[in-house]
């Protein structure tokens, strides 16, 4: 059975808070301990296109997010899934690699 085994005691709660962001980190060891927990993140938006003051005064521009799932996407698909299964209007090398799968999955054995 696992043993219950606490590693903050009196003498470093200090040092652990400090570790772990809670307060500022004091010494080289707590600041290494910190950056290995809450590695660097990288950001895609430059400093440039932020603008802060719309931010703050909440005038940004808000774009709504269209969680629905349309049914032209089904339409669509439509044509893929006959296509692949009649082998028409697909190139060569498509149903090339489609029959090489379909005999390597264990399908139809009557093409050998």
Not at 49 to 72: C, G, H, M, W, Y
Request: positive net charge.
């Amino acid at each position: 059975m696992a043993k219950n085994k606490i590693n903050i005691t009196l003498e470093n709660i200090t040092e652990w808070l400090c570790s772990t962001g809670y307060l500022f980190p004091r010494t080289q060891i707590e600041l290494s301990r910190l950056n290995k927990l809450y590695p660097e993140v990288k950001r895609d938006t430059k400093d440039e296109q932020v603008d802060p003051f719309k931010i703050l005064e909440n005038s940004r521009e808000r774009k709504p997010i269209n969680l629905e799932t349309s049914a032209n996407r089904k339409e669509d698909y439509s044509d893929l899934r006959m296509a692949a299964r009649k082998s028409e209007g697909l190139p060569k090398h498509i149903v090339e690699k489609m029959k090489k799968k379909h005999k390597n999955n264990g399908g139809d054995k009557s093409e050998n």
